[in-house]
């Protein structure tokens, strides 16, 4: 099993950047797929983007596609999302995600959750 503890949220300008961090506790880290998801006031969970363990492939959100990159540093147990041209719309709560068996998706996240990390994007 894998703990994930997310950090780096905060309030940021539109056009501004942020990097959530997301530590993960276990010694078998580099071998989870991990993901991000993020979950706006009134709305559903949504995906923002997903690598694979080896951080070789990566997928995105439409919505997210060329301002956002996801990576990791299993040598420190640290899985990234580098966000930058903040919109408002991407005002939510960010969860960590991951996942030892399968690559995470849109419709199939992994297994484990962490708390998430506030981010609000002002205009």
């Known amino acids: 099993q894998v703990q994930l503890v997310e950090s780096g949220g905060g309030l940021v300008q539109a056009g501004g950047s942020l990097r959530l961090s997301c530590v993960a506790s276990?010694?078998?880290?580099?071998?989870?797929?991990m993901g991000w998801f993020r979950q706006a006031p009134g709305k559903e969970r949504e995906f923002v983007a997903s690598?694979?363990?080896?951080?070789?492939?990566?997928y995105y959100a439409d919505s997210v596609k060329g301002r956002f990159t996801i990576s990791r540093d299993s040598a420190k147990n640290t899985a990234y999302l580098q966000m930058n041209n903040l919109k408002p719309e991407d005002t939510a709560v960010y969860y960590c995600?991951?996942?030892?068996?399968?690559?995470?998706?849109?419709?199939?996240?992994?297994?484990?959750w962490g708390q998430g990390t506030q981010v609000t994007v002002s205009s």
């Open positions: 995600n991951a996942e030892y068996v399968r690559i995470i998706t849109t419709s199939r996240p992994g297994d484990y």
């Open positions: 276990g010694r078998t880290f580099r071998r989870y797929h």
């Open positions: 690598g694979t363990w080896s951080g070789g492939t990566t």
